[in-house]
């Protein structure tokens, strides 16, 4: 009995030692990742951002973690939600919001921490080809971009003669090349702004009042939140609509005229990716966009009374029945 406890003792020990090499091994390191994000959680851009982290070898849990804050529509909130973020030690900031234009928040952010953002231009940039510092990223903005919103509503409305513009009180925007537009067109413009969603109705009364043949909605997170309420509103006044995303067209606007978001949001993937991997934010280039789609929705159309003529149907890049 006693020998065979001396033959059995080595093979358990030999089970249960864990070899010196695999006891010191050093789990693979996890990037902080800290994302301000402009609306609210679960939106279609904020998947294919997601999805493109992981196509790239990014995958929440294994080597990165993502911790999110969300303005809810609020662009103010855009500082406080980053310094809170910049406070839990992350190692890059991605701030997803159409309402920033500018990096307001460039400037409280520690100039060792990479920021990838929507629309940065503005934020003391030495150029759009090197911005040089610690932001780059992705820009929604062409100059023009009003202008042909405004000429594809004229075109789908031959008569329209009044447009009144859907602002965010005190969020950036970009007009000139509109108001040009609106001259050369014969259109008069009017500008209305809200605060936050408890003036929606109240706005669109005014616009209303205002015998306006149309209106536009500016691009806006507060806007993008609400944008059912806003294609309701639009719909109780027979007020055709022209909006930047194709958001605002999936539940129930007339037609859209900008970028994917989605798309942006997966460029951003790719800048972040880039950065992980060494890249300095001053070496990339802001994106400019370079392609732009067309939304229209007949069901709309057809609740207002409306029919779009074929040299806009045959530009739709999607038409939603």
């Known amino acids: 009995m006693l020998g065979g406890r001396r033959i059995i003792l080595p093979l358990i020990l030999g089970i249960f030692v864990v070899p010196p090499a695999a006891a010191v091994e050093k789990p ?7 994302y301000v994000g402009g609306g609210a959680s679960g939106s279609a851009p904020e998947r294919a951002f997601v999805q493109e982290l992981r196509a790239l070898g990014w995958i929440e849990g294994q080597n990165i973690a993502i911790d999110y804050r969300w303005a809810e529509g609020d662009f103010t909130r855009i500082d406080e939600l980053a ?13 997803d919001s159409v309402s920033l234009y500018g990096g307001f928040f460039a400037q409280r952010v520690p100039s060792t921490i990479p920021i990838v953002a929507l629309d940065p231009l503005g934020g003391n940039l030495a150029s759009l080809a090197r911005p040089g510092g610690n932001l780059t990223g992705i820009s929604l903005m062409s100059p023009d971009l009003g202008a042909k919103r405004l000429q594809l509503l004229k075109e789908t409305l031959p008569r329209v003669s009044r447009v009144d513009v859907l602002l965010r009180r005190g969020a950036p925007g970009v007009f000139g090349e509109m108001l040009v537009a609106a001259k050369a067109l014969g259109v008069v413009l009017r500008f209305v702004d809200v605060t936050d969603a408890s003036e929606f109705t109240s706005a669109f009364s005014t616009v209303a009042r205002d015998r306006a043949g149309a209106i536009i909605v500016t691009s806006n997170d507060l806007f993008l939140l609400h944008r059912r309420q806003i294609a309701d509103l639009a719909a109780k006044h027979r007020l055709p609509a022209m ?28 800048y972040l990716d880039k950065v992980l991997k060494g890249a300095k934010p001053g070496d990339l280039p802001i994106e400019q966009p370079s392609r732009f789609e067309l939304v229209i929705n007949l069901k709309t159309a057809k609740t207002l009374g ?14 939603i029945q």
């Open 306 to 319: 409306l029919t779009f003529p074929g040299s806009v149907l045959i530009r739709a890049d999607e038409v």
């Open 28 to 34: 693979a390191n996890i990037y902080r990742i800290g």
């Open 243 to 270: 909006y930047e995303f194709k958001e605002h067209v999936e539940d129930g606007g007339l037609m859209a005229y900008g970028v994917s978001l989605a798309n942006v949001l997966r460029r951003a993937a790719v």
């Open 83 to 95: 310094a809170d973020l910049v406070g839990r030690k992350i190692d890059v900031l991605v701030v």
